[in-house]
């Protein structure tokens, strides 16, 4: 069986990518479609596939401002000619799902609908995130993306989508029905019995002894400055550790109390993990990975009460706060810093292990079963 894999861009390895590899280790023949590719950005699983780019990957600073050429994204999905496969696997939060698919059963797997068109739009095309000609620009391309990204929906034969959370997200859109699949966590890779004597030199010298953890993009919608607000404020140590393009920004509001980590080696994320009070998690995600990455390391979750991480976050495994404000997070956070409460770290563990790969694959080959004996069904 001929199979093609579609995924939006590879410009990084986030959640996303690695739901990628999994499902490129499903089929190893399969070529990979994509609108953009920066060589070495992405895991060698994913760098070693036979590739095919848009001619957005041709366009001026392409590599660094991608994003600026959005209204373009749904014409370059639909260049790709997919004639001749006998199924097409779309990994999607923003365009893969549109590609043209002329009557090929199309099993689509949903990170989140169009997400700069449909509820994220206020967060990234906000008068404190682009100028006034950009938000005009985007004000008046809205409808029409969001047009496409519905009508490009029936291409779809059957929507997976990566938690109830963005399930409910499809049908508001597409009006369209979806299983639901979570991602999966590395367990291997985050366990409990990480040897505190190997964290690497550099990293121990950077550590305050206590402190909370942020792990992630920064992007808008990530509300980091909410946990650096909080931690300022009350004195929290707070160690962040990503990169992005809230870097500048957010790297102005930094105080005694806050450490940055930007782009830290790979070796040094479970220890990060590891030896956290807990991983703070102020954003509403579409599913949220690094919950699980946390709790299979045996650390905590204090999370905003909203979006995927209800889906893995457990009073047993973590704690929330009801309000996206410093305010309502501090108040969750102190009494894990005080140790009036403590969770175990096991059970932490065992919620994590719920979340395996091999779970994952089991669902997504029944989804492609599904899919083929059903190819003229629309769910």
Known sequence: MKVAVVHDWLTGMRG???VLEAILELYPDA????????????????ENRRLFTSFIQKLPQAQTRYRYYLPLF??????????????????????????????????SYIHSPMRYMWDLFEQYFSKNQVSKTTRLAAKTLRPLLQNWDKKSSARVTRFVANSSYIADRIQR??????????????????????????MPTELKKKLPERYFL?????????????????????????????????????????????TFLISPPDDW?????????????????DFGITPLEAMASG??????????????VTPQT????????????????????????????????????????????EKFLKEIELTLENPNTRK
């Open 16 to 18: 996303g990518e690695k």
């Open 318 to 361: 973590g704690v929330f706060f009801q309000n996206q404000d410093c305010h309502s997070l501090a108040n969750a956070m102190m009494p894990v810093w005080s140790g009036k409460i403590q969770l175990d770290p096991q059970k932490c563990r065992e919620r994590a292990a719920q979340f395996s790969k091999s779970l994952f694959k």
């Open 74 to 107: 749904p014409k370059a999905i639909e260049s790709f000619d997919l004639s001749g496969y006998d199924l097409i696997l779309s990994s999607s939060h923003c365009v893969a799902k549109g590609v043209l698919t002329r009557g090929t059963p199309h099993l």
């Open 299 to 312: 650390t905590p979750v204090i999370a905003f009460a909203r979006g995927g991480q209800l889906e893995t």
């Open 173 to 198: 859109c597409y009006g369209r029905e979806s299983t639901v699949i979570h991602p999966f966590v590395d367990l291997d890779r985050f366990h409990l019995k990480i040897n505190p004597d190997e």
């Open 269 to 285: 994320i479970p220890h990060l993990y590891k030896n956290a009070l807990a991983l703070l998690f102020p954003g509403t995600e």
């Open 31 to 46: 070529p990979l479609y994509t609108l953009l590719h920066i060589k070495g950005s992405v895991s060698p699983l994913i």
């Open 214 to 258: 942020i792990l992630s993009a920064f992007a808008p919608y990530k509300k980091i400055e909410v946990a650096i607000e909080a931690a300022e404020r009350n004195n929290f140590p707070l160690v962040v550790a990503g990169d992005g393009q809230e870097k500048a920004r957010l790297l102005s509001l930094q105080g005694k109390n806050t």
